[in-house]
């Protein structure tokens, strides 16, 4: 933990990595004409689902905020079943507040003017349908309250790790699905990052939810910027990002575009930002008195997801309604050679994960993004 944050340049020569403030972000994903025009994510709400939550959350957003000049933002925070009272010296509590923290200030670096809401469940979610029951339930009650219009995810579980995988019954996984399909009927967007595995070319098993056609999976890169925001080169793969097919799915139509990559089956990730903890996001929390500042250690996939989900926010305030289903605009835009998705061909994930090269791949999928861009082409439908 540091006092304060450090320039990108003295990370490197003291921390061995680069470290990456949101007004860094904001340059190197192109969103400051977005800010200029007023889209910022206003009268949009963004919903981060985390086991436990943290107990600081609106107080480390205020810091956070008053650092980098961004506005302050109130977070809803909505406790869905019995949440235990924090302990700052269970590790598993202490997990989820850092990933809670990494997540509402990730989504709001991006989406300064979104709403956010906090759904803290009381059961952790780990491996299989564990904890996954009470963050479906509540998801589904925020969106039938009209509470949600981006909902991030920023956990994943092995489809192979839900009961009768292995016999080909999936019942387990699907009849979790119902808070996804209300969802999608809702117009409400769902996204929820890739996993951090590297990716797996030899089996088909993809983390899930980011496996679930309903679901937009965003896979992580590593950016390379100086003290300014500037790209130094052009974004990478990140090692680490999760990539995979889904034996329980089918190829969605949305992926017809890129058939030939995916085959039949449903293919991830489908959309990359910054993930690696080379050139990780900035964070502050005081979540455990015991370790109060600011890190950059970098949390994969965990912090690409509720970036993506702020773009989001952001065109459907420019749209003035909710986008729904967005891998449906992003693989026609992919189709259509869109300036506002930008093909990431270097790097490759994991020893038997995929390498990047020009089009979509289970590195990056159709590629990370130029906000402006992306926004005005989401917006405007073209």
């Not at 997540?103 to 299989?128: C, K, M, Q, R, W």
Request: charged residues 15%.
């Amino acid at each position: 933990m540091l006092a304060a944050p450090i320039a990108t340049s003295a990370c490197v020569t003291q921390l061995k990595r680069a470290c990456y403030s949101p007004l860094q972000y904001r340059s190197a994903y192109n969103l400051n004409p977005l800010y200029a025009e007023g889209i910022t994510g206003k009268g949009r709400t963004i919903v981060i689902v985390d086991s436990f939550g943290s107990p600081t959350i609106q107080h480390d957003l205020d810091v956070y905020s008053t650092q980098w000049g961004l506005p302050k933002s109130q977070v809803q925070v909505v406790k869905w079943g019995q949440v235990p009272a924090f302990d700052p010296t269970n590790a598993d509590m202490d997990g989820w507040a850092g990933e809670t923290t990494l997540d509402v200030e990730a989504a709001h670096a991006v989406a300064p003017g979104a709403n956010i809401v906090l759904l803290e469940t009381g059961v952790s979610e780990t491996e299989g349908p564990v904890g996954i029951p009470e963050m479906m339930s509540g998801i589904n009650h925020l969106v039938n309250a009209g509470q949600a219009d981006v909902v991030s995810m920023s956990w994943a579980t092995s489809e192979a790790e839900f009961p009768g995988f292995d016999v080909g019954d999936y019942t387990s996984l699907t009849t979790l699905r119902y808070a996804f399909t209300n969802a999608a009927q809702h117009g409400v967007t769902l996204t929820a990052s890739s996993g951090d595995g590297g990716g797996d070319s030899t089996k088909l098993d993809a983390a899930w939810p980011a496996g679930d056609p309903l679901v937009t999976a965003v896979g992580g890169t590593e950016l390379q910027l100086n003290d300014q925001g500037v790209r130094t080169a052009p974004d990478a793969a990140w090692s680490g990002s999760g990539g995979e097919q889904s034996q329980v799915f089918a190829r969605p139509g949305y992926q017809d575009p890129v058939r030939q990559a995916v085959g039949d089956h449903r293919g991830t990730p489908d959309v990359s930002m910054a993930g690696s903890p080379n050139g990780a996001l900035w964070l502050y929390s005081s979540f455990d008195p015991a370790n109060t500042g600011w890190t950059a250690d970098g949390a994969g996939t965990s912090e690409s997801s509720p970036l993506f989900a702020a773009v989001v926010a952001l065109a459907d305030q420019a749209a003035g309604h909710r986008l729904g289903v967005i891998d449906n605009d992003l693989y026609r835009l992919y189709a259509q050679h869109s300036a506002g998705l930008v093909d990431v061909t270097t790097g490759s994930t994991g020893t038997s994960g995929y390498t990047a090269g020009p089009g979509y791949d289970q590195t990056t999928g159709v590629g990370t993004v130029d906000a402006t861009k992306l926004v005005h082409a989401l917006a405007h439908r073209n």
